[in-house]
């Protein structure tokens, strides 16, 4: 380290000036050393020499000069200076003869002949001063010599030691923190009070810039200036300057302090004492102290709880510097706990967690819900750690937030809501905070009941107001008539009962009365009962004659509940006139039995009409016999002319159609009798289906259409084969008759699977004909009907043929349903059972 480095190390001045010797008026202990040192070393000087930044100072002398003679002189004059810049002893024998001491002068006065001196360190090793012997002759110092002079040193290095320690201590022993500086910043005295507060030591503390030690870096620059106005105001207070700044601890945490500072005037200004401490708690208490005040203008000044809700979490969270809160009311029935209220900090989006819609929990639900659940406050510090599992958590830590409080607002003995708060950053749980918050609640919890109470007053009144509105525009009588424990009453009426008797009640009647004695005398035995209902505590209904004052008689409707109130029975009623709904009530009894009488004449007629349809089906059938038979013999005549085999060939196609509108005929006949008999027995299903197609085949050459089958070989069902030949021909003919020329009819047959229940197989027709209207698939399966496509397109029909398939395979127990198929057309699904029906079935 240069010369002038080794001078002027701000940690060695510091101890320096700590040691208090610069300061000393007289030392015993240093005087009896460099009196010893004279007589030991016969010496005719000694002396114990402090050096400062630039002048060397005498704190003690023996010899021609004392102390007092010796006093300051400048660095220039000082040999001492040689052995703080080279931390090692120094001898001269003869100062004359080096050049580079002639120009000092002995305290005795002239020029030093021999000089002796040794180091004087502090416990850090930093080099104080020397103590030295100077002769004025040249002599040669012995190792024994300079040993004692060592020894000696060692003694005055021990006095430095104790002083520093004297030092420390008593800074120690201030309960705030205190720290001194220079005039360029560096530390000159830490005490441990301030490495409690800001987690440096002392010796880390000495020689550092105070400012980087207490002052965050990004107000280092205030810093700056709080030490050019302390220096520049030194003087103006005896006291010292009081000053708030922000402060940082070793770890980083900032906090409020107050310093109060002063400049020592004994240094020339050079050095700054200042006692700190932290006002955290102060502030603390200020802040909450004035977001009480804030929470209680709110309430004073708001217009409805809702508006004093959003106002306490406004003030209450901008005063803490929370992020956002909630306000949650317990419902009436106390069935849940509903969000009413929300405020967030301005330019901090929480949208994915809270907003101002109402939301509504169940006890134990969310914060709200466990808070309201538990009656206590819940102060969770950090989301993320907190082993607690709740509603909306997750999304609380999507949001960044990390600390919750919820604050239970009571009302008596029960929760009226809950104040729930959320924080960017882990909050500790602080008692003092939750002392005052709870007041807030209180508060809170007073104003709404209050508030609640008149916003009931009010809506009552409203209701009221309202409710006499809608009785005015009623015909109906409103009363409530009060029975006392003996049996007497006194009856409440609205102005409707006038509208009931046909008249104004006459003064100083009791309207009940009246109503008694106008009651029709057959229906008084009713009015009594339902008097006994209501006054037993129960409800009752009645209805009754009333004879008006105007002669009119009216049935009365009378409903009736009764309530008490103490030791009161009440019971509310209405009386409603309902003669004309009596008398339309009558009249539709009238026409319901015409109409009733009209249907069992229709239900006679169609009985006959089918009775007679079946009788004519039944004649028919053996002329039409007789008529194919003959038809057949004359085409069998080989003898025919062509256009007589032409007629021929008229008479046999006509009569094998009259014969199967016959046979559908009677078909629908049994099926109106009860169900078309079928004859189960094992049949080849696939076979029977497969010859069916092969029948088909021509009339669906002649159309020019396609006719696929997709048959399972071998499946086999107990069912009655004409019949099931019967539905094969009559879903085959349809796909035919309505698929227009180039169209596809597919058959499949397949053991079922999904589309059956049970044990099946499952037949589907389907073509690319004209298709069904949607609307109409729930009718296709009717008697007579006819979709609309068909009618349309001009196509002959009867209507009957799908009605049949439907009665045969119900008949076997399946089932067949009708859809539209992709791409247009019909398709006919078919399921029906393996095994044969129950004999009673089939």
């Known amino acids: 380290m240069p010369a002038t480095d080794r001078i002027q190390d701000t940690r060695r001045l510091r101890v320096l000036h700590a040691t208090g010797l610069m300061e000393a008026s007289e030392v015993p202990l240093l005087d ?5 040192a004279t007589q030991w070393l016969r010496a005719p000087v000694a002396m114990v020499s402090l050096i400062d930044v630039d002048r060397q100072v005498v704190v003690s002398a023996a010899g021609p000069a004392d102390r007092r003679q010796a006093g300051h002189s400048p660095l220039s004059q000082s040999m001492c200076q040689r052995i703080v810049v080279d931390d090692a002893p120094l001898t ?14 002995a305290v005795s006065g002239g020029q030093p002949a021999a000089y002796a001196g040794v180091p004087l360190r502090s416990g850090g090793g930093q080099v104080l001063g020397v103590l030295c012997v100077i002769d004025d002759q040249p002599r040669q110092w012995s190792t024994e010599q300079l040993g004692t002079l060592g020894d000696l040193a060692a003694m005055v290095e021990a006095e430095i030691e104790a002083r520093l320690a004297r030092a420390q201590a008593v ?3 201030v309960p705030e923190a205190v720290i001194s500086f220079d005039v360029s910043g560096a530390v000159t005295a830490w005490n441990a009070a301030a490495e409690h507060l800001f987690g440096w030591s002392a010796a880390e503390a000495a020689g550092c810039q105070a400012g980087a030690l207490i002052s965050p870096q990004r107000l280092r ?3 700056e200036q709080i030490q050019r106005r302390v220096r520049e105001e030194s003087g103006s207070s005896p006291l010292g300057q009081r000053l708030e700044l922000t402060a940082v601890d070793r770890s980083g945490r900032e906090f409020p302090a107050e310093m109060i500072v002063q400049v020592d005037a004994e240094q020339d200004g050079s050095l700054c004492h200042a006692v700190l401490h932290d006002i955290t708690a102060q502030r603390r208490m200020q802040v909450l102290r004035e977001a009480h005040h804030a929470v209680v203008r709110v309430l004073a000044e708001a217009g409805s709880s809702q508006e004093a809700a959003a106002g306490v979490l406004a003030a209450i969270t901008g005063a803490l510097g929370w992020t956002c809160g909630e306000y949650w009311q317990v419902q009436p029935s106390r069935s849940g706990i509903t969000r009413t209220a929300s405020w967030h900090r301005p330019g901090r989006d929480v949208s994915a967690f809270t907003s101002c819609e109402p939301l509504t929990f169940a006890r134990r639900q969310g914060l709200a819900g466990l808070v309201w659940d538990s009656g206590r406050v819940m102060w969770v510090e950090d989301l993320a750690t907190d082993p607690r599992n709740f509603t909306r958590k997750p999304q609380a830590m999507r949001a960044g937030l990390h600390a919750a409080i919820g604050l239970p607002i009571h009302s008596g003995d029960q929760v009226h809501g809950v104040l729930a708060f959320f924080t960017d950053t882990a909050q500790e749980a602080d008692e003092d905070l939750v002392a005052l918050l709870d007041s807030i609640c209180a508060h809170v919890g007073r104003y709404m009941e209050r508030r609640r109470a008149e916003e009931l007053a009010l809506e009552l009144a409203e209701s009221r107001r309202r409710f006499e509105r809608i009785i005015a525009q009623l015909d109906d009588d409103v009363w409530t008539t009060e029975i006392g424990p003996d049996g007497s009453s006194r009856t409440l009426v609205s102005p409707n009962l006038s509208k009931l008797l046909g008249g104004p009640i006459p003064a100083g009647v009791d309207p009940s009365e009246l109503v008694m004695r106008q009651v029709h005398p057959d229906d008084r035995s009713t009015m009594a009962a339902f008097q006994a209902a209501t006054a037993s505590g129960g409800k009752a209904e009645a209805e ?10 009216r049935w009365i409707w009378m409903r009736g509940m009764s309530r008490r109130e103490g030791d009161r029975l009440l019971v509310d009623g209405i009386s409603t006139d309902i003669t004309e709904r009596r008398r339309l009530a009558e009249q539709r009894e009238y026409l319901l039995a015409q109409e009733q009488q009209q249907v069992r004449r229709l239900r006679q007629l169609d009985a006959m009409k089918d009775e007679l349809m079946a009788m004519v089906t039944h004649e028919l059938r053996n002329p039409i ?6 038809a057949e013999l004359l085409l069998d005549n080989e003898a025919l002319s062509g256009e007589q085999r032409s007629f021929a060939d008229v008479i046999d196609r006509k009569s094998t159609h009259l014969q199967r509108l016959v046979d559908d005929l009677l078909d629908l006949a049994r099926l109106k009798a009860g169900g078309i008999g079928i004859d189960p027995r094992l049949v080849a299903l696939t076979g029977l289906l497969r010859e069916a197609v092969d029948d088909h085949r021509p009339a669906a050459a002649a159309k020019q259409l396609t006719i696929s089958a997709e048959l399972t070989p071998a499946l086999r069902v107990h069912a009655d084969p004409v019949r099931i030949r019967q539905l094969a021909d009559n879903l085959l003919s349809n796909a035919i008759k309505y698929t227009p020329s180039g169209g596809t009819v597919t058959i499949t ?4 699977g999904d589309a059956c229940v049970g044990e099946a197989v499952v037949l589907t027709v389907a073509d690319t004909g004209i298709g069904i209207p949607p609307e109409q698939y729930d009718r296709l399966f009717s008697r007579f009907f006819r979709a609309s496509t068909a009618k349309d397109a001009g196509i002959k029909g009867t209507g009957l043929g799908l009605a049949i398939t439907k009665a045969i395979v119900e008949a076997h127990g399946g089932t067949i349903t009708a859809a539209p198929r992709d791409g247009g057309g019909t398709v006919f699904t078919v399921c029906l059972p393996i095994d044969s029906p129950p004999p009673e079935a089939a």
């Open 171 to 173: 800074l120690d022993r």
């Open 92 to 105: 001269v024998a003869d100062a004359r003869a080096d050049a580079r001491w002639r120009a000092v002068e």
């Open 221 to 223: 620059s205030d810093w």
């Open 749 to 752: 047959l397949a053991a079922a």
């Open 544 to 553: 009754y004659r009333l004879i008006g004052l105007d002669g009119v008689t």
């Open 32 to 36: 009896r050393v460099t009196r010893l």
């Open 625 to 630: 016999g007789a008529i194919r038979g003959y």
